[in-house]
């Protein structure tokens, strides 16, 4: 069985003084996209280098998570940690997604460039920053999710398909 | 009072055997776009990181800098160290900005990929590294500019406000 | 005698049990395109961090190869390390060469996101990483070869010209 970590990363959503949006973007999100069998791990954690670099080595390590999707600390902002808190965690950088993530949200916002989203891997998961905003998301997972299932395959982690409608997923022949 | 950094970074104009053009047109940008009141803090110092990196100390730490643009330095030659440098002394990196700053300079020169300029934030201060050429400083200021002001919001640095016919600066609602 | 080394790397290419098809593709491409005097300093070496790298010192420091190309283990399996070898043996980074390639490769295929190619200096060899697949080395070679003779030209590397009906490449004037 597949699981994705889902990990929101904010203060006011980790004391219950917010409701937290990004996390259940991205798990409807997924719920659409995905065809095949998956089950969510979600998790609310404050910003900070060591409360989200704990969560993601519990998602990882633990919980065995084969993607791990973060929402929020991204910015600019003294409090935005989580680019480094992944960093710290990941054997391997995949340049091309926060790059592709940022050139996307550009068309719409030109503070995209302020994003210091990264990607990564960690032994058989694979792990993705997103923004925090909702509208945010689901631009940057429709830009980047195509390159996923394949990146699993090669990870070694689970096997997932998408409704090609929505997400056309790419595999190579052979 | 907003103070602007702009460091000429060139062994040659730091010696007085080549008038500096790079300065002068920064200057010249910011004076047209920015419409709130600023000061500039003008520096001109030889390439290499020591160099580079105690003017930029100098900038944020002692003269306390919302905004330290550099010009020069950020190409393959072994001279070229400006990035380095300024590396050496931000706490989070901006990645967005070089991104981008390649990307416009690249629909005008092919050599634009050879350019290794970064930005990033110091404490309150954010640094970027721009071109040497006043042309390619006017394209790269362009492109990055309507993000400045609402990062400097974010990192607790001075209010910029800008022509809006000139340079659209977006600030989020909220 | 400029010097171009050409360094596949491919644990099934270097144990014969596959026919490299990555390195003559480069040569049968720069052979096209270069029309200065040039000799090809050929390697066949497998995936690892050691096993390039030690490929990579060779090429640069004794063979004294002016532009050494990689093909082969920039993906994100476990064995695709051809980037962190890159890294360890390069003095500066080149970020706009592996922004570039994955740019225009993305126009192709969806995947080209987890490509981790980059390109840096290492004294006065320019090292580019390029794809495993011909097809994908042609694409990512037209787009970053016409700053490719005046990177050689910054760094103190050997001249080189192309046909400029093929490539054209761009040297600022003066």
New interface residues.
Partial sequence: MVRIGILTVSDRASRGEYEDLGGPAIEEWLTRVITTDWVAERRIVPDGVDSVRQALLDLCDRAGADLVLTTGGT????R?LTP?ATSSVVG?????????M??VS?ET????????QIAG?RGKT?IINLPGKPGSIEVCLGA?F??VP??LD???AGRIETDEALV???R?RG
Same sequence: chains 1, 2, 3.
């Fill in positions: 910015g600019p902002s003294p935005d480094e391997k950088d995949l340049p091309g997604f926060g790059e592709l940022r050139r550009l916002v030109p503070t995209a460039i302020l994003s210091r891997i694979l980047v195509p390159a394949y990146c090669l990870i070694g056309r997923s790419f190579p």
